[in-house]
C-alpha cells in the first residue's frame, strides 16, 4: 500500500528554468508534509515543509505547492541550478509522529 | 549546531554475523528514527525511539533491534545477517512532538555490504 507516490522517476530540466516535482497521496489523515533532497550514499537533506493548513510554503528558490482536495503536492524550484540536480523525495509522518511515509523518488537532473 | 552523526560510514560483513550501527542525534533533540534505503524497497522505517523508549516500530523482522540512552545516543542491532540486508541504514532525529508537524533531520548513513 503505497501512501505516498511519485510516478516520475526521473525529471530533465535546463539550467535556469523551472524544476516541478510532483508527489500524491492516498491517506488523507495526513497533515504535514517534507521534502527532501539525495545525493548518493548520504543521508537525506531536509529542503522545505508544508502543514495542510497552507497550501504554499515558499523558502528562497523553493516553493512547496498544496492541494487538499487533490491530495497532491508539488515543489517548485525557481531558478533550476546544475547543482540542484540530487534525488527527490517526498515524505509525510504518521499520525504517531517519528515515522515518515516516504515516496520513491524523483531523480532531477539539471543541465547546464 | 552539528548534525545528525552516524558511525560508522561502512561496514562489510559476512552471513550470519552481527552488526551494531551508531548514532548520535543534534543536541537538544530527543526522538531518533531509523531508516533502511534499498534500490527495491526504497526508505522504510524500520523504528523509532524517544526517552529511551521504543515508541514506533516498522514492518522488520525480529534480527532488527535498537536501544536508545539517556543521552538520546542510539544504536541499532542486526544479527544473524542476511544478503538481503545490504543497504544504507539512516537515522534521523528529531524534536519528538507527538503529533505530525516535528521535522527530522538526517545522518549520512552507515553503508552496510553482507557477503
Known amino acids: 500500500d503505497q501512501q505516498v507516490k511519485q510516478n516520475s522517476p526521473s525529471l530533465s530540466v535546463q539550467e535556469g528554468r523551472i524544476s516541478i516535482l510532483n508527489c500524491d497521496y492516498t491517506?488523507?489523515?495526513?497533515?504535514?508534509f517534507l521534502w527532501y533532497k539525495k545525493y548518493p550514499a548520504e543521508g537525506p537533506t531536509f529542503l522545505i515543509s508544508?502543514?495542510?493548513?497552507?497550501d504554499k510554503n515558499e523558502d528562497g528558490r523553493f516553493t512547496v505547492f498544496l492541494n487538499k482536495s487533490a491530495k497532491h503536492l508539488s515543489l517548485h524550484i525557481v531558478p533550476s541550478q546544475p547543482g540542484d540536480s540530487a534525488v527527490y523525495f517526498c515524505a509525510a509522518p504518521t499520525s504517531q509522529g517519528g515515522k515518515l511515509i516516504f515516496g520513491q523518488g524523483t531523480e532531477l537532473s539539471v543541465k547546464p | 549546531k552539528a548534525g545528525v552523526t552516524q558511525t560508522p560510514r561502512y561496514l562489510i560483513k559476512t552471513r550470519g554475523q552481527q552488526v551494531t550501527l551508531s548514532c548520535s542525534p543534534i543536541?537538544?533533540?530527543?526522538?531518533v528514527s531509523w531508516y533502511q534505503q534499498t534500490p527495491g524497497q526504497g526508505l522504510q522505517f524500520l523504528f523509532e525511539?524517544?526517552?529511551?523508549?521504543?515508541?514506533n516500530k516498522g514492518n522488520f523482522p525480529g534480527r532488527f533491534s535498537g536501544r536508545q540512552f539517556s543521552n538520546s545516543r542510539s544504536e541499532m542491532n542486526v544479527s544473524t545477517l542476511e544478503l538481503g540486508d545490504s543497504a544504507l541504514y539512516l537515522c534521523?532525529?528529531?524534536?519528538?512532538?507527538?503529533?505530525?508537524?516535528?521535522?527530522?533531520?538526517f545522518g549520512p548513513g552507515t553503508r552496510l555490504t553482507v557477503l
Open positions: 491517506n488523507s489523515m495526513f497533515d504535514y
Open positions: 525511539y524517544f526517552s529511551e523508549t521504543q515508541r
Open positions: 534521523a532525529s528529531s524534536l519528538g512532538y507527538r503529533g505530525t508537524a516535528d521535522t527530522q533531520y
Open positions: 508544508i502543514s495542510s493548513i497552507k
Open positions: 543536541s537538544g533533540h530527543r526522538s
